[in-house]
């Protein structure tokens, strides 16, 4: 475990003085004099050791278990956002700078919000910065950031950063555990230590506490020397309401300082934007300390070639206090509004607002400084970034619970440490769990995906996603398409694989379902539209059925039916569901003959259409039989029960027979055509099984094959080297770097034109595949492949927190969360309130999307027991079962006396 900076910061100066204490003592010939003397020097210095020592002791300590670590200068990849379920992002990076500003309803990687955008000027992007003042009268000032990367020292006007003009830090290191990043800032120059925290409240099962739209940010300095130290910590941000990274209408912007409710600080908003637009709202940067603080409502307007910077930097190491300027009236502001005052220099710019508080550390003192950065952009253009699919504007559901961005900050700071203690009790439980590192960082990391502007939710609550997030730099390989989404429409065929939101946000995920049959599914044939087009209540689903989708989504109600153990809720959708099943033997023609085998046309999420039986649409459709007669079981449909399972037998026995080669499955072609699988290693072939074993539906074709299918694709399918492999569309891996590819043709097997993404490595299918692995006691290649995956998104090779696909953030990616299920054996059936877990001595954290905990479990003789904690919503349990790496039950222990577990509460079962 590697140790935070501060600490061998700390730690070297005390060893240091030890050993030059060690030198005087022994290395230098003694006598009477020179003894007493020396022993009087060493007093002396043990005493001023004593002083770095005292100050870690006294200090505030971090309680945070962290799970990834970032030394040295190669990490400059790293960006975590940091925001709400819905609400957008802003990112902390390596350095502890605040990039990607993606807050008004479109996804913006790579947007810095600036001012001083005209010619000639130091371009101002966002940035807290440091203020001392030793007892001596040295003042030192800079930016609280680390160094600036190598590749953007070289530009047209020399370095390319934003910022880069101010001074900063030597060098950085951070700690991360999702969704909490701890950057320490090193200098040894600086007479305090610094670090910053920067989070959003997560607390499975607590969906709206998990949805504020607000950047938590802590400052905490540590005074080491033995004299008081003065210390501001001041906080920039330009207010750019109006302007999302793609289109500007900034105009009539506006500051104010405001304090309140404990709350101090400024808000920013505008009085011209349109309240109908995506990018109309407000801003807010405050803070809760009970101290001195100071601020500007902007900066000089009317100082050209970067006079407003100077004035400012002179100002901020004045006195540590900011004072608001005098502009051409000679006039002092206190609510400055910078457009009406200055309307000629200023027109139609972002207007920039500084905060500051100033502290005095004693000796030894260590203090911490809450920032808030609040947003409120209440209005979203359903999928704006897409031609054709924007509609009309709706509310987005968090922004229903505040007035404004300063009403966030005010309800926020009133809950501040209880949703601090929920977030960090939560990283605590899931770092702390006896799994692979490589499954704990995948899971946790990618949760990240639902906390961006992936997803989204309506006023009505219902949740919709992107299958990627945009950039504002866009792509090469589609020039013109600089857009905030790519793939619009919850797309069912690619959101199959995610395995993240049920376990985490139970109420998210049904409202996907609720949206799927409730309002895609053409209850006359039982079509479902693969995309949803918005607003939901008022457009016609016109778009086609992806046959993976469909079938995928059938498993998926299931599955969220057993976490919930809502059966009014199956019942209000399970019209729908049966009908959408149907539609495969009936409307569609995909399984025509009605024997559990797909051989017509059906489109997939390759992209294509696929004609004749194959082993990816197999396995969906045998997995969503197996669902549906389960379902019509607890619906006493008798009927439609029977004719599942007949299907079903009939379709695995088929499957079995006939598209099993002797090491995996392939397709059965007609004959030669384009853009098919053939008889290819396809990745993902057992992708419906996975789906089952995670939702107790057991197997769906021989065992023997289903191993000796995954077996293949780790021999086949995974590479460690790919400097000679030819990716035919996109690029994902490169030189050593390890993973799985979509699909190996062995020699002479493949068609002129096989599907068009089988050369490339998606991280989805490979986590899905690792996931299915360990179900057959495959755990060593499982760990590999989530391990190779973790390995390329390093943070010096790409960023650990953006899994990207089709975009950014993708949301296939969060099927990272189906290894730590596989591995844990984690199974929740609400309706006969039982929950299986691993049969192995061990912590296991669980979350079945409405509460979440721990799980202890011990061996006694042949038989398991386990204490069993629920630290957020409650549990109702009657059975615990314990489960082998052979799906076997081990045995079971019963709750007594209890309708439900709850919050806070230890059960021990014996």
């Known amino acids: 475990m590697i140790e935070r900076w501060a600490d061998e910061k700390v730690w070297s100066k005390g060893c240091g003085t030890l050993r030059f204490v060690a030198l005087l003592f022994f290395a230098v010939p003694i006598d009477e004099n020179s003894f007493k003397m020396k022993k009087q020097s060493i007093v002396a210095l043990i005493l001023g050791m004593l002083v770095p020592v005292v100050s870690y002791c006294a200090g505030e300590k971090d309680k945070v278990k962290y799970l990834q670590f970032y030394k040295g200068s190669s990490h400059d990849h790293v960006a975590m956002p940091v925001g709400g379920i819905g609400t957008g992002t802003v990112s902390v990076d390596f350095r502890g700078k605040l990039v990607d500003w993606e807050i008004?309803?479109?996804?913006?990687?790579?947007?810095?919000p600036f001012f001083n955008e005209h010619y000639a000027a130091t371009r101002v992007a966002p940035f807290f910065a440091i203020r001392t003042k030793t007892a001596d009268g040295k003042i030192d000032a800079r930016m609280l950031e680390g160094a600036i990367p190598k590749s953007k020292l070289e530009g047209d006007w020399g370095c390319d950063e934003l910022n880069s003009t101010f001074p900063r830090f030597h060098g950085s290191e951070m700690q991360t555990a999702y969704p909490i990043a701890k950057v320490d800032l090193i200098d040894e120059t600086v007479p305090v230590n610094v670090s910053m925290k920067a989070f959003n409240p997560l607390i499975p099962g607590k969906t709206d506490d998990s949805s504020l739209p607000v950047a938590m940010l802590e400052y905490t300095v540590s005074n080491p020397g033995n004299s008081p130290v003065e210390v501001t910590l001041c906080g920039t941000v330009p207010n750019y309401v109006g302007f999302d990274g793609f289109k500007n209408k900034i105009k009539q912007n506006y500051n104010i300082y405001r304090n309140n409710d404990g709350v101090k600080g400024i808000f920013m908003s505008t009085n011209s934007a349109d309240t109908l637009d995506s990018r109309w709202g407000s801003m807010a940067l405050t803070t809760t300390y009970d101290g001195q603080v100071s601020y500007r409502t902007s900066w000089h307007p009317d100082l050209i070639w970067n006079g407003s910077v100077i004035n400012f930097w002179d100002d901020l190491k004045d006195d540590g206090l900011l004072k608001q300027h005098k502009g051409k009236k000679a006039k002092e502001y206190t609510e400055y509004n910078m457009l009406n005052e200055f309307q000629g220099e200023v027109?139609?710019?972002?207007?920039?607002?500084?905060?500051?508080?100033?502290?005095?550390l004693k000796p030894g003192e260590t203090k911490t400084v809450p920032f808030m950065l609040s947003w409120h952009f209440p209005k979203r253009i359903s999928w704006e970034s897409m031609p054709g699919w924007e509609k009309a504007a709706f509310d987005n559901y968090y922004a229903r619970n505040f007035a404004d961005a300063w009403d966030v900050a005010k309800q926020v700071s009133s809950r501040y440490d209880d949703l601090k203690e929920g977030t960090e009790n939560f990283v605590n439980d899931f770092v702390s769990?006896?799994?692979?590192?490589?499954?704990?960082?995948?899971?946790?990391?990618?949760?990240?995906?639902?906390?961006?502007?992936?997803?989204?939710?309506?006023?009505?609550?219902?949740?919709?996603?992107?299958?990627?997030?945009?950039s504002v730099l866009g792509t090469a390989l589609n020039p013109k398409g600089i857009r905030g989404g790519w793939g619009p429409g919850t797309c069912t065929h690619v959101w199959n694989y995610e395995s993240t939101i049920p376990y985490t946000?139970?109420?998210?995920?049904?409202?996907?379902?609720?949206v799927e049959f409730g309002y895609c599914t053409d209850l006359k044939t039982g079509k479902m539209a693969h995309r949803v087009r918005l607003p939901l209540k008022t457009e016609r689903q016109t778009v086609g059925a992806a046959a993976d989708?469909?079938?995928?989504?059938?498993?998926?109600?299931?599955?969220?039916?057993?976490?919930?153990?809502?059966?009014?809720?199956?019942?209000?959708?399970?019209?729908y569901v049966k009908r959408s099943l149907q539609y495969v033997w009936q409307a569609s023609k995909w399984d025509a003959d009605k024997n559990g085998v797909i051989e017509g046309k059906h489109h997939n999420t390759m992209d294509v259409s696929y004609i004749g039986p194959n082993p990816e649409m197999g396995t969906w459709y045998l997995g969503a039989l197996r669902a549906g007669e389960e379902m019509a079981k607890v619906m006493k449909d008798k009927a439609f029960a029977k004719e599942c399972r007949q299907l079903f037998e009939t379709g695995s026995a088929w499957m079995d027979a006939n598209m099993f080669n002797g090491e995996y499955y392939i397709q059965l072609l007609p004959k030669p055509m384009n853009f098919q699988v053939g008889e290819a290693v396809l990745v993902h072939q057992m992708v419906g099984q996975q789906m089952a074993h995670m939702s107790g539906l057991g197997y769906l074709l021989k065992p023997e094959n289903v191993k000796k299918s995954l077996e293949s694709v780790m021999k086949y399918n995974y590479r460690t080297n790919w400097d000679q492999h030819l990716s035919t569309f996109r690029s994902y891996i490169t030189r050593d770097e390890a993973g799985l590819m979509n699909a190996y043709y062995p020699e002479g097997k493949r068609e002129a034109r096989p599907f068009p993404y089988f050369s490339e490595p998606w991280t989805g299918l490979e986590y899905h595949t690792?996931?299915?692995?360990?179900?057959?006691?495959?755990?060593s290649n499982g760990e590999k492949v989530v391990a190779s995956v973790r390995d390329r998104y390093n943070g010096t090779n790409r960023n650990p927190f953006n899994e990207g696909e089709f975009g950014h953030r993708y949301a296939r990616a969060m099927s990272s969360w189906s290894p730590l299920i596989a591995f844990t054996r984690f199974q929740y059936q609400g309706?006969?309130?039982?929950?299986?877990i691993r049969a192995e001595e061990g912590t296991y954290y669980w979350s079945n999307g409405y509460s979440y905990g721990t799980v202890d479990v011990k061996k006694k003789g042949d038989k398991f027991g386990a204490t069993l904690k629920v630290n957020a919503g409650s549990l109702p349990l009657k059975t615990l079962t314990?489960?082998?790496?052979?799906?076997?039950?081990?045995?079971?222990?019963?709750?007594?006396?209890?309708?439900?577990?709850?919050?806070?509460?230890?059960?021990v079962l014996k």
């Open 104 to 112: 008004m309803n479109q996804g913006a990687i790579g947007f810095l």
């Open 347 to 360: 027109k139609d710019r972002s207007v920039p607002a500084s905060l500051a508080v100033k502290v005095i």
């Open 433 to 470: 769990q006896d799994v692979p590192q490589s499954i704990k960082e995948a899971a946790m990391s990618n949760l990240a995906n639902m906390r961006c502007q992936t997803l989204f939710r309506d006023g009505d609550g219902y949740s919709y996603g992107w299958e990627g997030q945009g």
């Open 505 to 514: 946000f139970g109420d998210v995920a049904m409202s996907m379902r609720e």
């Open 549 to 575: 989708g469909q079938l995928g989504t059938i498993i998926r109600m299931y599955r969220e039916w057993q976490l919930s153990g809502d059966t009014e809720k199956l019942k209000e959708l399970y019209p």
């Open 770 to 779: 690792a996931a299915g692995m360990i179900f057959e006691d495959m755990e």
């Open 831 to 836: 309706n006969i309130k039982r929950m299986t």
């Open 882 to 907: 314990f489960i082998g790496t052979d799906h076997k039950e081990i045995n079971t222990v019963k709750v007594r006396g209890k309708k439900a577990i709850a919050e806070g509460e230890t059960v």
